[in-house]
């Protein structure tokens, strides 16, 4: 299961790489520039995603001090998981949780790539030196669709990500027909 994560981490590197080369072309302050409506601007949502990693590192970090005791994944993970996928992919607008809705006002996208590169190498070297075992074991709690092992994790990471890649999208193109 270690190899399987390897392959998914790296899938999701490279989108998360290949974001921020689509966001070089745009200065700081067009990535900073909200929405018409008031939302999120880019740099907001890419700080999002980086504050629900940020809180799974945190998390996974405790977890994994200790796994003896923690139960492993089974069929219902994965159905909660595949739902979750679903969810993310519906276009219903919804609140992201409070803990991941603070987002600065303004940052720079080359603070926001070292931000997200560091908690990224951080739980890459994490998952790294976990036992092969703890792949299949309740090591991540999402608020909505509850524990799931790190690859169920990684799926829903890739998920969030798309969803919020839409929105990157949506923002930038707002801002190209003004």
């Given at each position: 299961?270690k190899?399987?994560?390897?392959?998914?981490f790296?899938?999701?590197?490279?989108?998360r790489k290949?974001?921020?080369?689509?966001?070089?072309?745009h200065s700081d302050?067009?990535?900073n520039?909200?929405?018409?409506?008031?939302?999120?601007?880019?740099?907001q949502?890419?700080?999002?995603?980086i504050?629900a990693?940020?809180?799974?590192?945190?998390?996974?970090?405790?977890?994994?001090?200790?796994?003896?005791?923690v139960?492993?994944?089974g069929?219902?993970?994965?159905?909660?998981t595949?739902?979750l996928?679903?969810?993310?992919?519906?276009?219903?607008k919804?609140?992201?949780?409070?803990?991941?809705?603070?987002?600065?006002d303004?940052?720079?996208?080359?603070?926001?790539?070292?931000?997200?590169?560091l908690?990224?190498?951080?739980?890459?070297?994490?998952?790294?030196?976990?036992?092969?075992?703890?792949f299949e074991?309740?090591?991540?709690r999402?608020?909505?669709?509850?524990?799931?092992?790190?690859?169920?994790?990684?799926d829903?990471f890739?998920?969030?990500?798309?969803?919020?890649?839409?929105q990157?999208?949506?923002?930038?193109?707002?801002?190209k027909?003004?």
């Open positions: 299961m190899k399987e994560f390897l392959v998914h790296q899938r999701l590197e490279t989108s290949a974001l921020f080369q689509k966001l070089m072309q302050d067009e990535l520039r909200k929405r018409a409506d008031g939302g999120w601007s880019a740099i949502v890419m700080q999002h995603l504050q990693e940020m809180g799974t590192l945190a998390y996974l970090q405790k977890k994994t001090k200790d796994i003896s005791g139960e492993k994944s069929f219902m993970h994965k159905v909660r595949l739902l996928k679903i969810f993310l992919k519906l276009p219903i919804f609140k992201a949780p409070k803990m991941v809705a603070e987002v600065p303004y940052a720079s996208l080359k603070e926001t790539a070292t931000q997200w590169q908690i990224r190498a951080t739980l890459l070297q994490l998952c790294i030196d976990l036992p092969e075992e703890a074991k309740e090591l991540f999402h608020p909505l669709a509850g524990r799931m092992n790190i690859l169920q994790m990684l829903f890739d998920s969030h990500f798309e969803r919020h890649l839409a990157i999208d949506k923002v930038l193109a707002e801002k027909d003004k």
